[in-house]
């Protein structure tokens, strides 16, 4: 078969990934149209990778055809040694920081630009509908956990992403590399990062790192809340103090992280 040089045919797996990859928080469920549409293959095509992706259980397929992602893929994605390590590692730590916050607690790590939420254990059943659940990925500039992770990231990260543009979320949303800067510089002199209002108004959190056993920080930790809870100096101590029990526990277990995040 001859092709456009311009044009080269995607691989199997290319093809098979593009497909997964169709699949996000607010297309949970999509039927084979949606997933050609989406992924811009065939329809034939489409058929044919999706009969094979089900059948090993990376889809399902619902009452009215639709398919979503499968359990076995989870399970799959559950043996990545970035989440299942810190995610043991922190949770006991996690329900003592939301019993005692009156918070969300949160545990993050950076992916790129952005942070991705490994936990978050919460009374507040709107706090998903604005935050997310784990999975979620949003800008680093926008969280007090992104603050954090991106405070220890790179300078070449930093450079990148204060050079703009910084989407808004609200109006307090940091938009401006300048004052994204100085947030970055206090955040590493403080040891926290504090927002308000910055993903979600009358919202805000406290967050800190976690490190590994060289220093190098790959994950950090925080509580989310209405902006009356946010005490500094009542919340930004235990934070502190749980990120570092997170980081202590997951030394004494001897999980090697060295380099995840950096």
């Not at 093809?15 to 997933?35: H, P």
């Not at 790590?109 to 952005?114: A, T, Y």
């Not at 989310?224 to 100096?233: F, I, T």
Request: aromatic residues 4%; positive net charge; proline residues 5%.
């Amino acid at each position: 078969m001859t092709t456009h040089p311009s044009a080269p045919e995607r691989s199997v797996v290319d093809r098979t990934l593009s497909i997964l990859g169709v699949f996000d928080r607010d297309n949970r469920t999509l039927t084979l149209s949606d997933i050609s549409r989406r992924s811009g293959l065939p329809v034939a095509t489409v058929h044919r990778i999706v009969n094979k992706l089900h059948g090993w259980g990376a889809l399902e397929r619902g009452e009215e055809g639709g398919y979503s992602i499968g359990l076995k893929l989870w399970e799959t994605a559950m043996l990545a040694p970035r989440y299942s390590g810190l995610a043991e590692a922190a949770q006991s730590h996690l329900v003592e920081l939301h019993d005692q916050s009156g918070g969300a607690a949160v545990l993050a790590l950076r992916d790129g630009k952005e942070s991705v939420c490994l936990s978050i254990l919460s009374n507040d059943p709107g706090l998903t509908a604005y935050r997310g659940g784990p999975g979620c990925r949003l800008p680093l500039h926008v969280t007090a956990t992104g603050l954090v992770l991106l405070a220890h990231a790179s300078v070449v990260l930093q450079d990148e992403i204060c050079a703009g543009p910084l989407r808004a979320y609200t109006a307090a949303t940091i938009t401006n590399g300048a004052t994204l800067r100085n947030q970055l510089s206090r955040t590493r002199r403080e040891g926290y990062a504090m927002v308000c209002s910055s993903l979600h108004e009358g919202r805000g959190a406290i967050a800190a790192p976690v490190r590994n056993a060289c220093g190098t920080v790959v994950a950090s930790v925080g509580v989310v809340g209405p902006l009356n809870m946010l005490q500094p100096s009542r919340l930004a101590p235990l934070v502190m103090a749980t990120a570092e029990a997170v980081s202590q526990q997951d030394r004494t277990e001897g999980r090697r992280m060295a380099g995840v995040g950096a």
